[in-house]
């Protein structure tokens, strides 16, 4: 497989999900309780900040590409 | 948004395999004729960047299954507002996971401004304009279609095998944990649940790094609401999914009663035949509703849990919600003949607890 830039959104969504998975493995073998009504908004706040970060990082990127061309165009 | 910006794919009117080789060659000498076809070739899925409101989701969508995207808008709107606003939320991951289309810069072209992907070749001199946007190959004599602009072509990623080799383990490892499960050991549904979701999420951790694999979100939201809806509901229900399935009417004639279980299925819990003088019950449902009919002599005092579903009580507002615990109590609204106190534990795993008032 080939290197990657770091993508915010499955790393961000893998650990949360890692995170529910070793709760819910716990809880389901003893008599630790998980108040569920947490789970979601968790769920929510993770994936739209991963999402922010990848429109942030990707706004910068394209302006960087932008001036690029612009730059080009102006050479032409 | 997109991580690898799709620099081979063409403008939004249509596609060829191999488009990027042929920059290069219009760049030195007329183009081998493009296969000639009147078949509109599907460009990928992309947001508009022309037709935009909110990101583009609507306008790319309607450009790419010829839909009117304000009707798609109206849409959106009427769902949302349908929706308790949760629609929003599919909307917002459209707009995360849909990318955009490349940015296009102006191009002087024989035919006038088109607007291309940067960086843009430039249109071979020797071509003429033909009629709208066709050129002529002076050559040859040869019409073509509007030259297709591409960015230089990057080498094709190899194709990511991640995704499936995760869904994989996940399905492996779900399945040695229920052999385990037959065997005799005691693995509880949500621990297989949870997992396999675990191991979903090593594949989402791995494809941040390397390979992309973020469709894997889908199976780990489900894979989590099975691991929750099997944590909630076999605690409350445990112990009473043997009690049978179907529909009870429980209607106590002495004071102290055997606890009533229901595994799955409408129970009746009918206190008006009691007699009089405190009274001490007990039921459980498994999944499904209980309804307790009260007489209006008779306050109701009233402990238990629902894993999941809703609490309706006379003159309160009906709650829902997961993981309720119900302590309160019913006051009696008459007082003939004579006051009567019951105590009534109830245990719901998934459904309905409603308590009525008979109505003498």
Partial sequence: MRRHDLDWVSLIAGLVFLGFALVYTVASLTDVSIDGRFVWPIVFVALGAAGIATAVAATAREEKAFAEVERTDDAL | ?360
Avoid at chain 2, 285 to 295: K, Q, W
Avoid at chain 2, 330 to 358: F, M, N
């Fill in chain 2, 1 to 360: 948004m997109n991580e690898n910006p799709t620099l081979v794919d063409p403008l939004a009117t249509g596609s060829e395999p191999g488009g990027g080789a042929e920059t290069e060659n219009t760049q030195q000498s007329p183009p081998p004729p493009p296969p000639f076809s009147y078949a509109p070739q599907r460009p990928p899925l992309r947001r508009s960047r022309t037709d935009r409101v909110f990101g583009g989701v609507c306008g790319g969508i309607g450009r790419q299954y010829d839909v009117d995207p304000t009707l798609l808008r109206i849409l959106v709107v009427v769902i949302t507002v349908f929706t308790g606003g949760g629609f929003a939320l599919a909307y917002a991951l459209g707009w995360i996971f849909i990318p955009d289309e490349p940015a296009l810069v102006p191009v002087t072209t024989p035919s006038g401004t088109a607007y291309a992907v940067p960086p843009v070749a430039p249109v071979p001199a020797s071509y003429s304009a033909g009629g709208t946007g066709t050129y002529v190959d002076p050559g040859t004599g040869q019409v073509y279609g509007a030259p297709q602009y591409f960015a230089p072509a990057k080498p094709r990623e190899p194709r990511s095998y991640l995704g499936l080799i995760t869904i994989s383990a996940a399905v492996a490892v779900g399945g040695l944990l229920s052999i385990l499960a037959v065997a005799g050991l005691d693995i509880p549904v949500a621990t297989v649940a949870a997992a396999m979701l675990a191991v979903v999420a090593v594949g989402l951790l791995v494809g941040a790094f390397r390979g992309r694999a973020r469709w894997l979100i889908a199976p780990a939201v489900i894979l989590l609401l099975v691991a929750q809806a099997a944590t909630v509901i076999p605690r409350a229900v445990s112990g009473s999914w043997g009690s049978g399935v179907g529909d009870r009417v429980w209607a106590p004639t002495v004071s102290d009663p055997a606890p009533y279980e229901l595994g799955a299925g409408d129970a009746k819990l009918n206190l008006t035949s009691l007699p009089a003088g405190p009274a001490t019950i007990t039921a459980k449902v498994g999944v499904g509703t209980l309804v307790v009919t009260v007489r209006p002599d008779t306050t109701l005092v009233l402990h238990g849990r629902i894993g999941a579903g809703d609490v309706k009580l006379p003159d309160v507002a009906t709650t829902s919600g997961t993981n309720l615990v119900v302590d309160t109590t019913v006051p009696a609204t008459s007082t003939t003949p004579a006051i009567t106190t019951v105590d009534l534990t109830v245990d719901i795993g998934l459904g309905e607890l409603e308590v009525r008032r008979a109505t003498s």
